[in-house]
């Protein structure tokens, strides 16, 4: 059965810093893996999607890579600023059916 | 940018009441989701639809879940007979198509809270 595990559960850094929030992930079956934000009593906003084939993606001050075989991805993100803050989901998708599994985040402050 | 929406934003209802719960995927999707978040747990799989069928449902969604797709944009989660339990935050969520290109957009989320 397919598990998703994120570390840390919650982090604190001064704006500026350079983060990296992990995700680690039991069956490398995997179609793609997604991150997403959250932010308190919103929805999840789809922030990067990493193919199955693919090492890494990049969008702005965010960079995600996949590493199937090891069963881990991370979340890079630079310069971190105060609207930063918020939780972040990583999901994997089993197969192709759409279903995601996700990790239970990690939530994100960002100081000023 | 196109958004799927869900109404209402938030529910409250009485044990073994039945709730209709509603979302407007994107117009262009055809293939439709719902998750529910238990405060302070992770998000759940329920269910996925596509051309007016269950594709895939979780263990979660027995028999006082349905779901219909009953008109050319509305999406629906019925619970028929909730329980305390039933409380959580539902997530309707839509895609393009499946396979490993296509991310999943979801709406704010109805919060149901059954008393």
């Known amino acids: 059965k397919q598990e998703v595990t994120q570390i840390p559960a919650a982090l604190s850094v001064p704006e500026g810093e350079n983060l990296v929030l992990n995700c680690s992930f039991t069956d490398s079956a995997i179609y793609n893996l997604q991150w997403f934000r959250q932010d308190p009593g919103k929805g999840l906003t789809s922030l990067l999607l990493i193919q199955s084939s693919q090492r890494e993606q990049t969008s702005g001050r965010l960079n995600a890579s996949l590493d199937k075989s090891s069963g881990r991805s991370t979340l890079y993100i630079a310069a971190s600023q105060p609207g930063d803050s918020a939780t972040y989901l990583c999901?994997?998708?089993?197969?192709?059916?759409?279903?995601?599994?996700f990790g239970q985040g990690t939530t994100l402050q960002v100081k000023p | 940018e196109p958004e799927v929406t869900q109404t209402p934003s938030h529910q409250v209802t009485q044990m073994g009441q039945e709730v209709i719960l509603r979302c407007v995927p994107i117009s262009n999707h055809l293939y439709f989701y719902w998750y529910r978040q238990i405060l302070g747990q992770k998000v759940e799989f329920l269910v996925s639809f596509y051309n007016n069928e269950i594709s895939e449902k979780s263990e979660i969604f027995d028999d006082q879940f349905s779901v219909e797709r009953p008109d050319g944009s509305n999406f629906t989660l019925k619970i028929r007979s909730t329980k305390l339990e039933d409380s959580a935050m539902y997530f309707c969520?839509?895609?393009?198509?499946?396979?490993?290109?296509?991310?999943?957009?979801f709406g704010n989320g109805t919060r149901l809270t059954v008393t």
């Open positions: 999901a994997v998708t089993p197969g192709n059916t759409g279903k995601l599994i």
């Open positions: 969520a839509s895609s393009e198509r499946t396979g490993d290109s296509s991310p999943l957009h």
